[in-house]
């Protein structure tokens, strides 16, 4: 089944996600729970050659290109999902990625109470290990964005300085979270890019618990596709399907290059030197 729209005087065809057969038809128990949107898998090579149209494109460059291809408002996070840290120079905070994704849930697990420090370490530390790990990291590579949906309400920092910067030398271009962060000041110090709602202080243990990788999430109130692009600027986030990628990024440059050549000319207008905004 696909859908068709028209699409600047041309008709552009769009694939329906894929469902997955219902457990009923295949025999198995319905209440035993099951997926119904397919996680698609991309080869490195098929994301790098995505990327590469997307390089240097700002989020209100896409969100025209989401316009031009008849998604408007589609893909666009919460503004309260914003960056931790802004570089206003060389514009480092932002980034343009591959979505990688993972769900944390609240726990319902009690907490590990008044304990000896040998006990309570041994138990975090299975906490850590079993209950809410970190199993995506497998999946992260050269221009992955990690997109967690997490427990919003729980004070934890299931993002610190340390992980992130692990999952940057896996690859990650950047980080995304509806929710909490740790260790801000020295996650602004490293300038890993990352775009959340508030700072969390607790550790996971106790908090929450891994639900899924690489499954479809929602984060910042948009749906997350493992596979989308995700953009991320300081004007917020914005998650472009997949299908409509290419139509998007082709768009969305001559936005771009149009924006760069009329603030050219008013740069040399008004004698300001010129910055990178208008390379």
């Known amino acids: 089944m696909r859908a068709t729209r028209l ?31 397919a996680t698609p898998v991309f080869a490195a090579e098929e994301d790098q050659k995505l990327l590469a149209l997307f390089e240097g494109l700002r989020v209100a460059d896409v969100t025209d290109g989401m316009d031009a291809v008849g998604l408007p ?40 109470g ?4 040998e006990e309570y370490d041994k138990w975090s530390g299975e906490w850590y290990g079993t209950l809410s790990p970190e199993p995506f990291q497998d999946l992260l590579r050269p221009g992955s964005a990690l997109v967690i949906d997490d427990a919003e ?26 929710a909490t962060a740790r260790d801000t000041d020295e996650i602004a110090t490293e300038k890993v890019p990352l775009y959340f709602r ?6 996971r243990p106790g908090r ?20 989308d692009v995700v953009v991320a600027d300081g004007d917020g986030v914005l998650v472009v399907p997949r ?22 000319g008013l740069y040399q207008k008004l004698g300001l030197p010129k910055d990178k905004s208008v390379e």
């Open 7 to 37: 699409v600047l005087g041309a008709v552009l065809t769009l694939p329906l996600p894929a469902l997955a057969q219902a457990p009923a038809a295949a025999g198995g128990d319905p209440r035993a729970g099951h997926g119904f949107i």
């Open 73 to 112: 408002n589609v893909g666009l996070m919460d503004p309260e999902v914003r960056p931790l840290w802004k570089d206003v120079q060389a514009y480092t905070h932002r980034f343009v990625g591959i979505a990688v994704t993972a769900r944390y849930v609240p726990t319902q697990r009690p907490a590990a």
């Open 114 to 117: 008044k304990r000896p420090v």
């Open 153 to 178: 309400r729980a004070d934890v920092g299931s993002i610190g300085s340390n992980n992130i910067l692990a999952w940057k030398s896996r690859g990650a271009v950047g980080v995304v979270t509806n």
């Open 198 to 203: 508030r700072p969390g202080r607790g550790i």
């Open 208 to 227: 929450n618990e891994i639900e899924s990788v690489n499954r479809p999430i929602v984060c910042g109130g948009v749906l997350v596709v493992p596979g």
């Open 243 to 264: 299908a409509v990628a290419a139509d998007v990024a082709r768009y969305a440059r001559l936005i771009l290059e149009g924006d760069k050549a009329g603030r050219r």
